[in-house]
């Protein structure tokens, strides 16, 4: 198939690259720049493991072609920790015991941060829904809520 | 007081795990890494006449197309030797492999696997247990007696184990019994559901060795499973684990390592091979689908008297973990209860479906879902309370096991009045098509040896080598925090390697409850050692009686302000003048007397340092549509000791989700051998919403043997939630619900039923 260049932005930096129309945001991250922080698994939009940030919403890089991300900006699990910090979320996340495998965790981070961006003060319901995309099968997500929610405290 | 165990401090993989710098099997590459495939067979039972990978082999991109041909001629598998790599004449379930691929990228691997020629005689499928024990059924191995297997199994045609546990005279017992209760319960398959597909990246070297880097729980039992299918010597045959995205048990046997390492060998190139969906939802380690019958006389008081249960597990076209599992589920059928006659029967039985495996706690939640149903269904006939009920007849302290073990550290009553109490027990009914349901089980610690390696680093942190993998539960934390405690260290000054076959001192692996366990007392073995070590140095250092010195907070000194010299200087000295400070630790499982005259075909006749546990669950039923809400849920498990109480309880939270997957809405659909929902849009997995919040009540009956008492964990908490909705749905909406899951349609139409 032909391929077709593409600048594309990810996590700041600006990226061109020559891919095939077909190649997905997630073939792209994980296999062109090594960007592995974002998972794989079921490539169907089921699980959330791919999670990323598009203009700052929660999508699905599994099921994104990357020619669409042309002039938009994407942020990653590893654009989250500005300069070496740990974001706000991802200190919570340890301090709350909310990981245990973990492949899940980046993008369920990534789908967190894009709620509270959204609704600052959520309730645990809304925490649960705006995360039901994202399938966890270590947690219970309980942890992970009280994650959230204290993150989400402690921002106010 | 201990200062670093019992404490819940942060793990130490987390900082990776949030940033996305942990790397996971699934995310390994090599330089210039080839991608492979597998080829699986649409057929359930087919007899395999040709496959033609010509013209997939052909097509632009393809390095290796490998069948049967490329592969020894080998039967392997761990208590039953009958599994091949790839199908060579006879096909036995719908997802079977049939060959594999390597080509350059993923799509090109898709496209040859499309062009392979497979060309089989379908032959109808036997289906079911039902259908593999029918009389004159075809055999699923014609040749299953010459099969090499453990001699202790009891096998015959279809079934290829028969475990069996007889205590005192269960006639006898049912004769003195004034009611009896007999029972048919049903459950489905349920996949462990791990987000990180099983993976494995293979490369040789010159000298004919293979490296293998996978998601396995059990890298040395891959060791030997891949050596037998290369026909190798194990220590040509190296594994090593990078992150596991959870494993629940399905990463036990050999997943796709032995694909990768033949496709490896065939192009003489690294090869990466990952599961699909499908792949995992058809030809995986799911749990077994299984029957139940259960009879059980009582007397009027609610004594039990007598039980004479049946387990039989599907176990799909092979062996696998069948035969051990039907062992388990012979000591999960009596219960965590005084029985004073038993028969009990466990069978593992073949069908063309996928091998089903090991999922956390294998057999237990299939076994407590009849046990602790009847357990109400009694009680309710006899007019006692539940919870009463069993109280009359559970075990305690020094009493005896099914199968004659002495059971020690029993905190099962304390766990019963616990969860009781929290959900408000003496008022069972709250409300219209509202109603509380408790369950109650026990576990096994299970056994097998660990070794670890302890070395003091030059700066005085220390690295802790073990040959056991991190699957996501922080066992490997609480196993640094033992030896952390021990050698008067911090847990942030210890480093873990793990899971390498050539590096790490052996492991009996990730699985039964037994990592933090195990590991934790091979740590406090290799303290015990290296302590030695450091005093003969420090006192030689400082010149003065061993017997004045003490170890603590990095340091070995004389007294408090008298001459010290800390961790680091020592390890330096030994640098320079001894190899350096490194102690080797080992510990296995004492052996758990039980007596032998009770079990026939048994491979696992007692549970080591079992833990013990109850669930309590408040919940509605929906008039209309049967669809169950959870108010509370409570669990109060007995660990033993607390290692890391908030990983504990994460263990509980993430262990009761799954199980309420298991008792609500998952189940592999099959459609005679073939499986009908293969996704994750049909098969339903918990989200955030449909998880309630979860109760955790730790109790601590100390085990004996446990470090500082601690009991195996992990796999408890999946056991009870199926029989404790159960029990909870039969209080709310007046139906007993018989078979999982329980959805919301099987209660509704139950309740039609009901009316008509």
Sequence with gaps: MARTTLSLSINGECHELSVEPSRTLLEVLRTDLGLTGTKENCLDAECGVCTVLLDGVAVNACVLLAVRCRERSIVTIEGLAAGGELHPLQRAFIDHGAVQCGYCIPGMILAAKAYLDEDPSPSEDAVREALAGNLCRCTGYQKIAEAVLSAARAAR | ?756
């Design chain 2, 1 to 756: 007081m201990t200062r670093v165990v019992g404490h819940s401090l942060p793990r130490m993989d987390a900082p990776g795990k949030v940033t996305g710098t942990a790397v996971y099997a699934a995310d390994f590459a090599l330089p210039g890494m080839l991608y492979g495939g597998v080829l699986r067979s649409r057929e359930p039972h087919a007899r395999l006449l040709r496959i033609d990978p010509s013209r997939a082999a052909r097509l632009p991109g393809v390095r290796a197309v490998i069948t049967a041909a490329d592969a020894a001629d080998v039967r392997y598998g761990g208590s039953v030797k009958d599994e091949e790599v790839f199908a060579r004449d006879r096909i036995r379930f719908a997802g079977q492999p049939l060959g594999a691929v390597a080509a350059v990228s993923p799509d090109a691997v898709a496209t040859a696997l499309a062009e392979i020629d497979v060309v089989c005689e379908p032959l109808p499928p036997v289906a079911d247990v039902a259908a593999a024990l029918a009389p004159g059924a075809p055999l699923v191995h014609e040749g299953w007696a010459g099969y090499t297997a453990l001699p202790i199994l009891h096998r015959e045609g279809n079934v290829c184990n028969r475990a069996r546990i007889v205590v005192g005279d269960v006639e006898r017992g049912f004769e003195e019994a004034d009611r009896i209760f007999e029972h048919r319960f049903t459950t489905r398959s349920v996949h462990q559901g791990y987000t990180e597909p099983r993976a494995a990246v293979a490369q040789w070297d010159s000298a004919g060795q293979v490296t293998v880097w996978s998601n396995t729980q059990l890298p040395f039992e891959v060791q030997s499973t891949l050596s037998e299918i290369l026909q190798l010597p194990p220590s040509c045959v190296r594994i090593i684990v990078p992150g596991v995205g959870g494993g629940f048990g399905g990463k036990l046997r050999i997943g796709v390592e032995h694909f990768a390492a033949l496709l490896a060998r065939k192009t003489g190139r690294a090869v990466k091979v990952m599961t699909t969906c499908e792949d995992e939802l058809t030809a995986a380690y799911a749990r077994q689908p299984a029957i139940v019958e259960l009879k059980t006389g009582v007397s009027c008081d609610g004594r039990i008297l007598a039980r004479e249960g049946r387990l039989w597990f599907d176990t799909g076209a092979f062996a696998g973990s069948g035969p051990g599992v039907a062992s388990v589920a012979t000591l999960m059928l009596a219960g965590p209860y005084r029985i004073p006659n038993l028969l009990l029967e466990g069978f593992a039985v073949y069908t063309n479906k996928t091998n089903f495996g090991s999922f956390r706690a294998p057999s237990g939640p299939q076994a407590n879902f009849a046990v602790e149903s009847q357990m109400d269904i009694i009680a309710d006939a006899l007019g006692i309370d539940p919870l009463e009920l069993r109280l009359r007849n559970i075990v305690r302290e020094g009493e005896e096991g099914p199968t004659g073990q002495v059971l020690a550290a029993v905190g099962l009553e304390e766990c019963l009045r616990k969860v009781a109490d929290a959900i408000g027990w003496a008022n069972r009914r709250p409300g219209p098509g509202r109603g509380k349901g408790l369950a109650c089980g026990w576990w096994t610690t299970s056994g097998g040896s660990s070794g670890v390696y302890v070395k003091v680093n030059p700066d005085g942190t220390v690295a802790l080598n073990t040959g056991a993998a991190e699957i996501g539960t922080a066992a490997l934390t609480g196993a640094a925090q033992v030896l952390a405690e021990d050698l008067g260290i911090e847990l942030a000054d210890i480093h873990v390697v793990s899971a390498d076959t050539l590096a790490t001192p052996y492991d009996f692996g990730a699985q039964g409850s037994r990592t933090a366990f195990a590991v934790g007392n091979a740590c406090r073995a290799a303290v015990a050692d290296l302590k030695t070590q450091i005093v003969t140095l420090a006192a030689r250092q400082l010149g003065v009686e061993e017997s004045v010195l003490t170890l603590s907070q990095g340091a070995v000194c004389v007294a408090d302000g008298g001459p010290r010299v800390t961790l680091a200087e020592l390890a330096r000295a030994s640098q320079a003048s001894g190899g350096g400070l490194i102690a080797h630790g080992t510990f296995v499982a004492p052996p758990t007397p039980y007596d032998a005259k009770r079990v026939e075909g048994h491979v696992y006749p007692a549970f080591h340092s079992p833990s013990f546990h109850a669930h309590a669950v408040d919940l509605s039923v929906d008039e209309d549509t049967g669809e169950v809400s959870i108010h509370r849920y409570v669990v109060a498990q007995d660990v033993g000791f607390a290692m890391n109480p908030a990983y504990i309880e994460g263990q509980i939270e993430g262990g009761v989700a799954q199980g309420l997957g298991q008792a609500l809405s998952e189940e592999i659909v099959y459609d005679n051998g073939r499986v009908l929902n293969a996704n994750l849009t049909d098969y339903k997995m918990p989200t955030a919403l449909d998880v309630p919040r979860i109760e955790t009540i730790l109790v601590q009956h100390p085990s004996l043997v446990g470090p500082f008492g601690a009991k195996g964990v992990g796999e408890p908490p999946n056991i009870e939630p199926p029989a404790a909705v159960a029990n909870a749905v039969a209080s709310a909406a007046g139906v007993r619900i018989t078979s999982l899951p329980m959805t919301a349609e099987k209660i509704a139409l139950a309740r039609l039923e009901q009316k008509r």
